[in-house]
């Protein structure tokens, strides 16, 4: 009886040995396996550690450079602002450019219109007071011989210079220069002698009749009457 308690004994301690050397080599093995997840879990803390140390500056950096893209977004906005509103005062002056540029266009069409409508005013002046000068150059060439008559054109002024009208002095010269007006009346310059009541031989003959050649009749008639009054 105390031979197979102590048999049973022995082999309790036994195979509590065994059962020791079993944890003790599993124990071993767990804590070798937990020593070597806590090492890797260590590593990839550290790791993390420098990769989320990594990513700090980088996000530091990324804001860093979004402030200044922001900056400089809102200097190129300001910029962009002024631009515009010089680019707006650049089209009001534009604007105001072409309306002063279209009003002296008009008045310039219009002065050139003016001076056109001048120009053709004159030569159809000219023409007519060069018809009229012809037109009485041809009269009055009729009477050269019968008259004693001699015509002068000093600019624009034609002389009547009459002869043998002094019986004693057939070449004294006796005259009145004539212009010519553009609504085609005539006017005395001057009167060589002078002839009493010329001005209203000048209003009845010239500027109510027109009558040119009855004119030059009733001044040499006068020039006639004033040489036989010195005579008397």
Not at 12 to 29: A, N, P, V
Not at 44 to 56: P, V, W, Y
Not at 137 to 154: F, H, N
């Amino acid at each position: 009886m105390g031979v197979n308690t102590a048999i049973d004994l022995h082999e309790l301690e036994q195979e509590l040995g065994r059962t020791k050397c079993m944890f003790d080599s599993w124990s071993s093995g767990i804590l070798a396996s937990a020593q070597d997840c806590k090492a890797k879990h260590l590593a990839i803390m550290k790791a993390s550690a420098r990769e989320m140390a990594d990513l700090q500056q980088r996000f530091d950096l990324a804001e860093k450079c979004a402030a200044h893209v922001r900056e400089q977004m809102s200097q190129d906005k300001e910029h962009e602002q002024a631009l515009q509103q010089q680019a707006d005062g650049l089209l009001a002056e534009q604007k105001a450019l072409q309306s002063r540029l279209s009003h002296m266009q008009q008045e310039l069409a219009a002065e050139v219109k003016k001076a056109q409508d001048l120009a053709e005013e004159a030569a159809i002046k000219r023409a007519n007071y060069h018809q009229r000068v012809t037109k009485l150059e041809q009269v009055l060439y009729a009477y050269q011989d019968s008259l004693g008559l001699k015509l002068l054109v000093q600019n624009d002024e034609l002389f009547l210079e009459f002869t043998q009208i002094d019986p004693e002095q057939q070449s004294r010269p006796f005259g009145f220069g004539l212009r010519v007006q553009g609504d085609d009346k005539y006017q005395v310059t001057r009167c060589e002698p002078e002839i009493a009541g010329r001005q209203q031989l000048e209003q009845q003959l010239l500027t109510e009749r027109n009558d040119f050649a009855g004119f030059v009749r009733v001044m040499r008639q006068q020039f006639r009457q004033l040489v036989a009054a010195d005579s008397q």
